[in-house]
C-alpha cells in the first residue's frame, strides 16, 4: 500500500507529528493471537462494552486529552451481533488493539477469509483510529523464492489471486495490486525478509490461481492481507504486514497438514517478531519506521 499524498497523510504522519500512540492489530485466528493477548497483557472488550477503556485516567496520562474528548473520540461500539473479538491494553506508551473477525456462529471455527478481514478492519479503524496498523499472521511459502517454514516476512506489496475479472481494467481491480507502506528502518532493525504477499479465500490453490500467483511475483500467499490492505488504504491509514511460514506451498507436503502441524511453534515465531516489531514502533514517527 503506497503511502498517500503528503496532503492526505494522515495526522501522525505528518511532519514534526508526535510518537505512535495507537496500533491496531488485525490477526484472523485465536491460535494465532493468544501468545500476544498474553504478553501485552491485553484485556478482552465484553461485545458489550464500547471502544472507551474503563480507565480514563491511564488514557488521560498517554494521550493528555480532556474526558470529553476521549468520550468523543472512543465511545464507537462494534455493530450488535458482529462476532468480532477485541483485547485491549496499554504497553508502554502505546494503546493497542487488537481484533479478530472471531468465531463463526454457524461452525464454531475463526473466521478466516478475506470477507471478514475486511469487515473487522474498517469497524476497528472507524472505531478506534489507529495510527497504524500491523496486520500479523501466518502464510504459506514458497521455497523457489527463499521461504522456509518459521521465516518472518515483511509484505512489500500486496495482491489477489483469485479474482478474477477478464475484461479491460476490471481485471487490474480485481488483482488490486499495491505497495504496502514502506518501512525500510523496522527491516534493517530486525532483519526480516522481505516479499510479495498475494492473498486469496483458499488454504491451497487451483491451476488459475497458481498462475495469477506467479504473475503477482509472490514469495507468500494468505486469506487475508491484501483485504486489509484495501480497507486501510481506503480510509489512508497506514498498515504494515508481517507474515510467519507455516507450510511450503511448493514443497512435497500436503498444505493443510503441514499448516496445521507448524501452527503453533510458527506462531511462536510470530509472537517474538510482532513483540520485536512493537517495542520499535514505541517513541516513534510514522515517518521513522
Known amino acids: 500500500m503506497a503511502p498517500p499524498p503528503p496532503s492526505e497523510q494522515p495526522d501522525a504522519a505528518a511532519p514534526g507529528a508526535g510518537a505512535i500512540s495507537r496500533v491496531l492489530i488485525v490477526m484472523a485466528m485465536e491460535k494465532e493471537a493468544t501468545p500476544l493477548v498474553n504478553k501485552f497483557k491485553l484485556v478482552e472488550a465484553p461485545a458489550s462494552e464500547s471502544i472507551l477503556l474503563r480507565h480514563q485516567n491511564e488514557l488521560s496520562k498517554l494521550y493528555r486529552l480532556s474526558a470529553g474528548v476521549h468520550s468523543a473520540r472512543f465511545t464507537t461500539r462494534f455493530p450488535k451481533g458482529a462476532p468480532w473479538t477485541r483485547f485491549y ?13 472471531g468465531k ?81 528502518n523496522i527491516l534493517k532493525e530486525l532483519n526480516f525478509k522481505v516479499g510479495k504477499l498475494s492473498t486469496g479465500d483458499s488454504l491451497d490453490m487451483c491451476s488459475e490461481d497458481e498462475e495469477a500467483i506467479l504473475s503477482n511475483d509472490a514469495t507468500i500467499k494468505d486469506m487475508e492481507g491484501a483485504a486489509v490492505a484495501y480497507v486501510a488504504d481506503m480510509f489512508s491509514t497506514p498498515a504494515i504486514f508481517v507474515k510467519a511460514v507455516t507450510d511450503i506451498v511448493d514443497g512435497d507436503k500436503p498444505t493443510a497438514e503441514e499448516f496445521l502441524n507448524n501452527l503453533i511453534s510458527v506462531t511462536a515465531a510470530l509472537d517474538v517478531a510482532v513483540t520485536k516489531m512493537v517495542d520499535f514502533i514505541c517513541g516513534k514517527r510514522i515517518s521513522d519506521l
Open 89 to 101: 491494553g496499554c504497553y508502554k506508551d502505546l494503546h493497542l488493539d487488537l481484533v479478530m473477525p
Open 104 to 184: 463463526d456462529a454457524v461452525f464454531g471455527v475463526d473466521s478466516v477469509g478475506t470477507v471478514s478481514a475486511a469487515l473487522v478492519t474498517y469497524a476497528s479503524i472507524q472505531a478506534s483510529k489507529p495510527d497504524l496498523i500491523i496486520n500479523a499472521g501466518t502464510a504459506g511459502g514458497f521455497k523457489a523464492k527463499g521461504a522456509s517454514i518459521k521465516d518472518i516476512f515483511l509484505a512489500s506489496d500486496v495482491a489477489f489471486h483469485d479474482r478474477r475479472i477478464p475484461i479491460p481494467v476490471f481485471d487490474m481491480y480485481g488483482i488490486g495490486a499495491r505497495k504496502t507502506f514502506a518501512a525500510p
